[in-house]
């Protein structure tokens, strides 16, 4: 069964940084681009990242450019998105969401039950 | 960035009737790169269709999905009491965007 389970959400100080995990299971997560996806709430879906199979590329939606980094750890089945310089419009529930790959295209075929960060002083 | 644009913002429907959503792309997507996703509250959305028309695994016929260049329509055809949740498109033509969410509520 696949499993995506985030972790390290919280409240954060503006300007702060966090480090969000998301621990995969049930696949073969080498081989899957993998994405971060997030919610204000009440709002609706946003992308933020995805990070190829191997770590090689990476992209990102441009209001997290420059502030926020997706990584991945193959040997240890995670992906991380690390986040600074955190601002109260980051505030979300981030979803950390495989992506699979049906013809060109890569929709998101499961997703985690999500993080909730909160930034606030 | 591509822009998708899902109307109605609500959808006040009763069970057992039909329900049509309509999404919009700001520029043309090749309809290999559509999707739709249903999102209930306290949870993570669920693909429903890719590829415009696809229905993802276990996905029910009742859903069926339409439409090419800019204008795509996600079709319930009569609706059951689990449906009613939050449905967005997405396109992963160029990055990826979604909607801003049909909400199809009991009426």
């Known amino acids: 069964e696949v499993q995506l389970v985030e972790s390290g959400g919280g409240l954060v100080q503006p300007g702060g940084s966090l480090r969000l995990s998301c621990a995969a299971s049930?696949?073969?997560?080498?081989?899957?681009?993998m994405s971060w996806v997030r919610q204000a709430p009440g709002k609706g879906l946003e992308w933020v990242a995805n990070i190829k199979e191997d770590g090689s590329d990476k992209y990102y939606v441009d209001s997290v450019k420059g502030r926020f980094t997706i990584s991945r750890d193959n040997a240890k089945n995670s992906l991380y998105l690390l986040m600074n310089s955190l601002r109260a419009e980051d505030t979300a529930v981030y979803y950390c969401?495989?992506?699979?790959?049906?013809?060109?295209?890569?929709?998101?075929?499961?997703w985690g039950q999500g993080t909730l960060l909160t930034v606030s002083s | 960035e591509i822009v998708m644009t899902q109307s109605p913002a609500t959808l006040s429907l009763s069970p057992g009737e039909r329900a049509t959503l309509s999404c919009r792309a700001s520029?043309?997507?090749?309809?290999?790169?559509l999707s739709w996703y249903q999102q209930k509250p306290g949870q993570a959305p669920r693909l429903l269709i890719y590829g415009a028309s696809t229905r993802a695994t276990g996905i029910p016929a009742r859903f069926s999905g339409s439409g090419s260049g800019t204008d795509f329509t996600l079709t319930i055809s009569s609706l059951q009491p689990e449906d009613f949740a939050v449905y967005y498109c997405q396109q992963d033509y160029n990055f990826r965007t979604f909607g801003q969410g049909t909400k199809v509520e009991i009426k």
């Open positions: 520029q043309s997507v090749s309809s290999n790169y």
């Open positions: 969401a495989r992506e699979i790959k049906l013809g060109a295209a890569r929709p998101f075929d499961y």
């Open positions: 049930g696949f073969t997560f080498r081989t899957y681009w």
